[in-house]
Structure formats: C-alpha cells, structure tokens
C-alpha cells in the first residue's frame, strides 16, 4: 500500500483565503471543546485535570471502519499491534502486520488492535486534525485508532503525554484514577505497562461523537461494552532526559577542540587534592555560556519536534525553478505531504528580525518579508497557482518551493 495514494483528495478541496493576519483564538468557543473557551481549556484543564466532552463532534460517523481499519493493519508499513486479554498468558501482545488468517482466530471478545498515525493513510482522518489546531500543531504526534471487541482493552495505564480520546463506533467505558509516575507499580509484562492497582476517581460511557481529553500521568482505564472503535490524538512531549541528551548533542557539534575548562585567576590552594566551589562554578559558567543562547536553543527544539515519525515516507525529487513554476502555470499543485511537520518562529539574526522555518528536521532562516510566506506554507495542505501567485516572483520563495519539493514534504500532483 502506497502512503500517498490518496493524496490527490485534497485537491478537491475548497481553497482556503489567503490569510493576511492569524485570529486570536482565546476567547473562542472551540466547537470540540463544547461550551468552553480556549482561554478557559488551557488555563484549567490542559495538563492538570480531565474534561468530558458530550457530542463534541455531533453526529460524528467516522470515515474508517474496522474492516478498513484491519486491512491498513495488514500492510509492512503500517504500526499496528493487537492485544489479547485472555491468551495464552494475560495480555498477550502480537505486533503487525497481520493476515486475514490472524483475524480468523482471534476469540469473539476481549481483544484491541490498535493502528498508529492512521492520519498519514486517510486524508478524511487527517482533517480532523485541524480541530485541534488551538493547540501548536507541531506538537500533535499522531492520530491512532484502536478497534475493540466487547471487553476489550489494554488494561489500566497511564501516559506521559496529552491525549484526546474520541468515541467514533460503538460504546467504551472510561474510568479514571491516581497520578501515576516511574514509581507506580506495574505488573510484569515484558512489553506492556499495565498498572498493577487502579483506583477509580471517576467513570463515564463515551458514545460517538463524545470526547475525553486526558492530562499527562493520570491513570485511565477504557473498556469495551461492545464492538466500538476510539479515536486518540496524542502530543509530543520530549522527556527531560531527552531533551537534555539531545540538545547537548546537537551544542556540541559546533564546538571546536579548544573550548576547554579553563581556571585562570585561581586563587591559592590550602589543598591540592580538594576540588573546590569555585572550580564548581566555573564548570557551571562554561556550561551556561555554551548552552545559554536562545536561538542554539530554538533552532534544536524547532528541528526536534518538527522529525517525521515516518521519515522513510518522504519520497522527495529534484525540480528546477522554472520547470516547477511552468508545473503550477499548467494547474498542478504541491501537496503536503502527510509524514511532513513544518513549523517556524521568529528571531533576530546580528540584529535584524528573521524568520526560521523548520522542515522535517531541518531548519533555514529567511528575511523577515517572508513571513506571510512561511506562515502560509506552514498552514495549508494544497498550494496551486491561485494561492501562491503573490509570492512566486520573490525568488527566495520559489527556491524553498523546490527545496521542499526534494525534502519530500511537498508533493507535485496534477489535477
């Protein structure tokens, strides 16, 4: 199965306006988030307390069923796992891809698969992301869908990460618990993180179309009352262990082999073996001069989050300036490209305001003239001649055009 078959669906979309400034949305009603504001949401539910969503989507029929949702499980490039409760040992885990055959013998009931960043497949999931667009987008992971039997479940867990669980089939009881962390108790389980103890603060039974958004490391337990199919969007949220890890990496590759500890004006010692506070700090302050600079630290951050899941589906090709502005004269359009993440941020580049845009992990800085430019790249799925005609005189916005072209997150589609 190619990721990209369905691509060619955004372009019967309508085209959006070119935008000439972005809303403020905090004092927005968000209509998945009912009747609540955006400055309402992040200021009391966003990372410290659940919230139950009734009908945030009214009338929600999902655009994959499970017949559909089984077969994406059957191709090699599809993450997809499938957990028994009852197997031949307690929460038997299986990883895909799957046959029709493994479906054969699975029992009546008590069983999930679950299928990864099914955003990246079907377009007519990936459009529900944009509900979610009060949030940054760079943070959104992924879009996961697990289809369940009555019964089924994978048992209670917790999550180091924001999650929205949408009810699109059938009926699934959801009950919450304590704030868990590395200390919370576990049963043995060579692949799964099922907590071993759960106690229940409260319960509610989800119905297509109903929501609940899940704070980090609040314990949570989803049942199946019958066959019923469940939504989640999950965010990104590096550990500090990984963000010290990585960025120390990423520091260090611009530093060369004479930046050195270094203890000029030492003052005299009372003992050669003792290694004293000011030693201390001045490990401390060469520390802070290497990692205390803003965009060092922005530029990381904007790469880390902006890497595909799936960078093996960025299929990009070489295209000339002009052979791609004749392309878009002739009605083709680029199509982002579903493994894409791009995301961008202003700083100051020896005292002039820019623009960075990042791109898959990599990142560029652009003069600030560019910012409706980068905005617009950074916001939109098709780009034609219509909505592009403003920039496509200024060579340095033709010259990205082709650079993401070859990066893969743009694609060329004819109409």
């Keep these: 199965m190619n990721s990209h078959l369905q691509l060619c669906e955004f372009i019967r979309r309508m085209l959006p306006a070119i935008p000439t400034h ?17 400055e309402e949401f992040l200021r009391d539910y966003w990372q410290k307390k659940p919230l139950l969503i009734r009908q945030a989507i009214p009338d929600f029929v999902s655009p994959v069923d499970g017949d559909e949702l089984a077969g994406l499980s059957l191709e090699s490039e599809v993450e997809s796992r499938i957990i028994l409760e009852h197997g031949d040992e307690p929460w038997e885990l299986h990883h895909g891809p799957f046959t029709e055959q493994t479906y054969a013998e699975l029992p009546e009931s008590h069983w999930t698969l679950l299928v990864q960043a099914v955003d990246q497949f079907v377009p007519e999931v990936a459009d529900y992301l944009k509900d979610f667009e009060f949030l940054p ?3 959104i992971d992924d879009l996961m869908i697990s289809y369940a039997t009555p019964g089924g479940g994978v048992g209670p867990h ?5 999650v929205f669980l949408l009810q699109a089939e059938g009926r699934r009881e959801w009950k919450v618990g304590q704030l868990c962390d590395s200390n919370s108790p576990l049963l043995p389980h060579p692949d799964l993180r099922i907590l071993d103890g759960f106690d229940t603060s409260d319960s509610w039974v989800l119905e297509p179309g109903d929501m609940l958004y899940l704070p980090p490391r609040l314990a949570h337990w989803g049942t199946a009352l019958d066959n019923c199919m469940t939504w989640s969007i999950g965010f990104r949220a590096p550990s500090t262990a990984e963000v010290i890890t990585h960025y120390t990496d990423f520091v260090a590759r611009f530093l060369t082999s004479e930046d050195r500890y270094g203890d000029a004006g030492m003052t005299p010692l009372q003992d050669p073996n003792e290694i004293r506070r000011e030693d ?17 630290l ?6 880390h989050m902006t890497e595909p899941r799936y960078p093996e589906f960025l299929q990009g090709h ?3 300036e002009s052979t791609l502005v004749e392309f878009l004269q002739d009605g083709g359009a680029l199509v982002r490209s579903p493994a894409a993440r791009l995301a961008w941020s202003q700083l100051e580049l020896d005292g002039e305001p820019a623009i960075l845009l990042f791109s898959c992990g990599s990142s560029r800085p652009f003069p600030e ?11 939109q799925d098709l780009l034609t001649m219509d909505n592009l005609q403003p920039w496509l005189d200024r060579d340095e916005a033709v010259t990205l055009l082709c650079e993401l072209v070859k990066q893969g997150s743009l694609e060329c589609m004819d109409e």
């Design 22 to 38: 972005f809303k403020n949305r905090s004092n927005m009603n968000i209509p998945i988030l009912g009747n609540i504001s955006v």
């Design 137 to 139: 987008r760079w943070r």
């Design 158 to 162: 917790f999550d180091n990460y924001d």
């Design 280 to 296: 201390i700090e001045r490990v401390r302050q060469l520390l802070r001069e290497q990692l205390d600079d803003d965009n060092l």
């Design 298 to 303: 922005l530029s990381w951050f904007g790469q």
């Design 318 to 320: 070489e295209l000339g």
């Design 369 to 379: 003239h560019l910012v409706g430019f980068i905005q617009y790249l950074c916001s």
